[in-house]
């Protein structure tokens, strides 16, 4: 998965998710409407994935588009936005982006998805949801946008 996932940028993520909701949604069915409750959609298909591969690299590119989505609903549901990770956090992560909260925090979606693949169900995108923190509509965000920020290292 490291080789195709150096190709991500904040910049494009958003659409990226769409284009992979839109396109699964027509040809599946499935309800990917970026609602929280979708992704417990997505740790399913991971666990169908996982149960069915032999190799992690055939199943990179849909793990990647997967992660995508989770990173997105955690931008349309709790606010957050898209970053690029510097090259020491990309380097721990194994991501190149992911999302902060308007609280600062960084959040790996892209890593939560292929540890699911891997590691099996105690990693859940759902439960990854729930931990990050939302803020009512009404507040304002923190400054920056995703493409004009880079996240470093603590």
């Known amino acids: 998965m490291d ?9 494009d993520m958003s659409r990226y998710a769409f284009t992979f ?18 992704l ?3 740790d399913r298909v991971v666990d169908g994935l996982r149960q069915g591969a032999g190799d ?18 955690l931008v349309r549901q709790a606010r957050a936005r898209w ?10 992560l194994q991501q190149p982006v992911g999302v902060r909260t308007p609280d600062g925090r960084a959040w790996n979606p892209l890593g939560k998805v292929a540890n699911r693949f891997e590691l099996g169900p105690d990693e859940s995108a759902y439960e990854l949801f729930l931990l990050v923190p939302r803020r009512p509509k009404g507040l304002p965000l923190s400054q920056g946008t995703a493409d004009s920020r880079r996240l470093a290292a603590a």
């Open 56 to 73: 992690p690299d055939d199943v990179a590119p849909i793990l990647q588009e997967l992660g995508a989505y989770v990173g997105e609903v």
């Open 83 to 92: 970053v690029d990770f510097d090259g020491m956090t990309s380097d721990l």
């Open 3 to 11: 080789r195709a996932s150096r190709t991500l940028r904040a910049a």
């Open 40 to 42: 417990r959609i997505v």
């Open 21 to 38: 909701a839109t396109r699964t949604t027509a040809k599946t069915r499935l309800p990917l409407d970026f609602s929280a409750a979708s």
